[in-house]
């Protein structure tokens, strides 16, 4: 019986010599994770006899990867906790526990990787006398682990590979997003206008533009498309060089609105929309001529603190064919007005208490830095915002553009 056992542990020495090739081959020629399973489980039953293989591997949440010759299909069954607290390989696998399935096997082997246990290996055979499992369990945990962890690593690889790319739309979309801002406001003694933008990831869907006339007039506008990353970034772009054409084209408000409606109803999917706010502002004539489509309400304020918040317009624009309605708001201008353009993330930015900045403060700030610069009432905007948030995140992207009439 001890001569007996003796070969049996040579020749387990020489299966694994000659399975460690077979696999490493395997490996480095690339061989996808099905192909290194079922390596694994031929090495198994031509090796060891083993008739029945099950593989439970985690991946966001565990779950069967690999089974054959079980009598109980295992691609359903969750893996049960009291197997899942186990670290240690169970011999004579004699389960009597949550889910009794698992009694059908010889053995339980956990493989782990970085200290941490990534799969579980279930294996029985129809005949185990031939079977010496002090010999044997050296074997199954080498060929498992060399196995397993080259398909986690595999995982890992195309983990990175994704989240590269995923780095790089977002580098693009970004710089595509960049590109929209105008590289220069104005600052002279008619008009000074200054913008903040604060992302809350990498690329958000706000855009804001200054665009000049050649009679010295220009049209201010500030939009919010729905959606994010490239798609949203991409919008925002067609939809700007849209509206820089029917400017040089000489189209008016009404007409601009229909046209870019149109163009997003047609050219976008998915209930795409934008929220748009666009003014023409008369410095000649002291006039105002504005649209809000959907957009949050811009606010006028004159220096005897009167204000007005700029709602005339008509809906977010993207979503139905043709606008119900289109109507254009006119305001008179005085000296030392400030118009205040905005996104939702600013009104709608909470505290810890789930209590929002509100349209009320931002209006009461608006108030209070009526003598400062354009520039100067944004930065103590933001200042004051982050005092209130205390801490709490951005829930959303914020623009924030302040145009003063001197």
Known sequence: ????????????????????????LAINNNLPEESLYKIFYFTLK?????????????????????QYGAKTDFIEKKL???????????????????????????????????????????????????????????????????????????????TEIEREKIKKELEIARSVQNHLFPKK??????????????????????YYDFIPTIDNNFYIC???????????????????ASLHTMIRMGLDLQKIIHELNHQLFTTTQN????????AYIDLKEGLLHYINAGHNYPVLLFKNNEFWELETGTTVLGPIKNLPFVNVGVMELQNDSTLFLYTDGLNETENKHKIAFGTKTIIEHLKQYKNASAEEINT?????????????????????VTCKIL
Request: overall charge negative; proline content about 4%; hydrophobic content about 40%.
């Open 1 to 24: 019986m001890k001569g007996k056992t003796i070969h049996k542990k040579v020749d387990y020495k020489s299966l694994e010599l000659s399975s460690l090739q077979e696999i490493t």
């Open 185 to 206: 406001l104005p600052n002279t003694d008619k008009i000074q206008i200054a913008a903040t933008y604060l992302p809350h990831d990498l690329v958000g869907g706000d």
């Open 271 to 278: 209930g795409t929309f934008i929220t748009f706010f666009i």
């Open 46 to 66: 031509t090796n060891l006899n083993v008739n029945k293989f099950v593989v439970y591997s985690f991946d966001e949440i565990w779950k069967c990867t690999l």
């Open 380 to 400: 103590q905007l933001v200042n004051k915002l982050d005092k209130f948030r205390n801490g709490n995140p951005y829930a959303d992207d914020i623009t924030l």
């Open 222 to 240: 500030i939009g919010d498309v729905s959606g994010k990353g490239i798609p949203a970034a991409l919008t925002m772009s067609n939809f700007q």
């Open 80 to 158: 049960p906790n009291d197997i899942l607290e186990s670290n240690s390989i169970l011999y004579y696998f004699n389960y009597s526990g949550e889910y009794e399935g698992f009694s059908e096997f010889d053995i339980a082997i956990p493989v782990a990787y970085k200290n941490k246990v990534i799969a579980y290996i279930f294996l029985g055979w129809a005949d185990k006398s031939d079977i010496y499992f002090p010999s044997i369990v050296p074997f199954l945990r080498t060929v498992s682990n060399i196995i397993l962890v080259a398909i986690e690593n595999k995982k890992m690889a195309r």
